[in-house]
């Protein structure tokens, strides 16, 4: 596929797109973003992550840079220019460049960065394996809910979990809960069989996929609890897994070397995967016909 960016009301090639030294965005992490993955050419809840977005930018006060109707058509150009069909589509909007203040510039113009890439996924031994995940302390600011730019410590947690072989790093707050994944949400099956995960609230973002997620068990009559979880319960648990836009549902059969459950994908996990691809419409690209 060509690498066509979209840069403040331009389509240029990749290699060319740029924004100014003092965009916001640079200076302060004064942005947002959302990314949307494509599936065999269909935008995965899309509608989701734009609502998101909205609210996003209201929590900072930053103006849209289109309309959203516009941002649509824009999405749309950008999914055909780049010929896309497994990718990632990344939307960034900045409070835009005005001179170094920390206070808002007065009538700011939003900068608004769209890119897409191919992406391969992950690999499909995965699914049968699982992942690995490790712990540690989650060092964030208080308002995790807003799907910021500012995301250093995401990636101080990412390398951690990558320096211990592992996929993902699971944030624990003060009490010993989980929080969530560093980019992805986190869920267990309990030793009783109850699926949980963490409720929406300033300490996590609310991922698009977690709310299909559970779209999709209420249709198929799976129970959940939306609750905080203990590092302890999650090692005692049946099974446990992560959701998020690029991984769908992803079985964790490791936390901090430890073997959960029997050491195999569940399998309360991999029925909600395969109905959140029936919820998308598209078949599982994982899956190995």
Partial sequence: MPRIAYVNG????????????????????????????????????????????????????????????????????????????????????????APRDFRFPVNPAPTLVITCRRTAFQPPALLDKGIAVVTMPDIRWQRRDIKSVSLLPQVMGKQKAHEAGAFEGWMVDDEGQVTEGCSSNAWIVTADGVLVTRQPSNAILNGITRLSILEVAREQGIGFQERPFTVAEALAAREAFISSATTFALPVTRIDGQMIGDGRPGPLGRRLRRAYMDHLGVADPLVVA
């Fill in 10 to 97: 331009r389509y240029v090639p990749h290699g060319q797109a740029s924004v100014h030294i003092e965009d916001r965005g640079f200076q302060f992490a004064d942005g947002v973003y959302e990314v949307v993955t494509i599936v065999a050419g269909r935008l995965a809840d899309e509608q989701g992550h734009l609502t998101r977005l909205a609210r996003s930018l209201k929590e900072l006060s930053i103006p849209w840079p289109v309309k959203p109707r516009t941002l649509r058509m824009i999405i749309t150009e950008m999914v055909r220019r780049n010929r896309a069909v497994n990718a990632q589509l990344y939307i960034q909007i900045t409070r835009g460049a």
